[in-house]
């Protein structure tokens, strides 16, 4: 047992060494399949690197346009409160012309309506004087007539409506 007293360290020295040249083996492919890993990893973090790239420069160019979209749509809503601002302008001068158009015409009528009142006994006049006119030729040719035909004797025709007895009325104008 001496003898294997003295092997006994050897024996353990050499269990220890296998014991580390396996550990070593397993650390080993350990460490290539981290190494692998590692570059795998790294080669989608490329990618995911790229594509991060393309998205915001999609992202920037998504926000240029909005902000670009954004401020059109603000010049298009202050040149739509110009227009509405000028509509109101408008829809006022107009309503202020109306009412001046509309005195206008009521003083129009008005004038109109004293013009005919004024006519009225103007138009009586002239259609007396109308009535009165062939009445008086009448009068004349029945007294320039011959002496032998008096009023009664002559013809309905050459007397005015009033001596020949007629009822009818001459309108007036």
């Known amino acids: 047992m001496k003898k294997f007293m003295k092997l006994l360290p ?31 990893l790294q080669t989608e973090n490329a990618a995911l690197a790229e594509e991060k ?35 109101e302008h408008a829809e006022a001068t107009l309503n ?29 006049a002239a259609a007396e004087e109308a009535v009165q006119a062939p009445a008086e030729e009448a009068a004349e040719e029945v ?4 002496a032998e035909e008096t009023a009664e004797e002559a013809p309905a025709e050459e007397l005015p409506a009033e001596e020949a007895g007629s009822t009818e009325e001459t309108p007036a104008e």
Do not use: H, M, Y
């Open 96 to 124: 202020d012309a109306l009412v001046v158009v509309q005195s206008i015409l009521e003083g129009l009528d008005n004038e109109a309506a004293e013009e005919a009142e004024e006519e009225a006994p103007a138009e009586e």
């Open 143 to 146: 007294t320039e007539a011959p």
């Open 53 to 87: 790239t393309a998205l915001q420069a999609e992202l920037d160019a998504a926000n240029a346009t909005i902000a670009e979209k954004d401020e059109a749509l603000a010049a298009k809503e202050i040149e739509l409160q110009e227009a509405n601002t000028r509509l």
């Open 10 to 40: 050897a024996i353990i020295v050499i269990c220890v060494l296998i014991f580390l040249a396996f550990t070593l083996v397993k650390v080993n492919s350990s460490v290539e399949a981290l190494t692998t890993r590692i570059g795998e």
